[in-house]
């Protein structure tokens, strides 16, 4: 799996990017949500109710899975990184071919993941 560096994707498609969404502010994500929410694969997530139900579970959960949303055939799961004033400033994340992603593998990566977005966060905090 390769992703490009720079290159920019809607904050609605992919773990990495709902993962961030989830803790933006509540009118940044409503701006978001009403511009549109166009698809970069057949499973991209358009609905907005469901989008906004998905946030309210990356909220809760503490990471974000994607099953070909951004690029068909690939899988993620990401979690949130926060910056010094407590404000979402990224994410990490795992992804793989859907082949080798499936729930077993999603459930042995999650609290890897959440773990290490964790640790980074708690160190954006320690350079205050």
Do not use: W
Not at 63 to 86: C, H, K, L, N, T
Not at 118 to 127: D, F
Request: hydrophobic letters at 40%.
């Amino acid at each position: 799996m390769t992703v490009e560096l720079g290159r920019m994707y809607p904050l609605h498609a992919g773990s990495s990017s709902r993962a961030i969404l989830a803790h933006l502010p509540a009118s940044q994500i409503e701006h978001i949500i009403q511009r549109g929410l166009d698809p970069l694969t057949s499973h991209t997530l358009t609905d907005a109710d469901e989008l906004r139900h998905q946030l309210d579970q990356v909220r809760k959960l503490g990471y974000a899975r994607s099953v070909g949303e951004r690029q068909a055939g690939a899988g993620s799961i990401a979690s949130p990184v926060f910056g010094m004033r407590d404000d979402v400033i990224g994410s990490i994340s795992v992804c793989g071919p859907l082949s080798r992603f499936n729930d077993e593998a999603v459930s042995r990566f999650i609290p890897f993941v959440v773990s290490t977005a964790r640790e980074i966060s708690k160190g954006m905090h320690a350079t205050r």
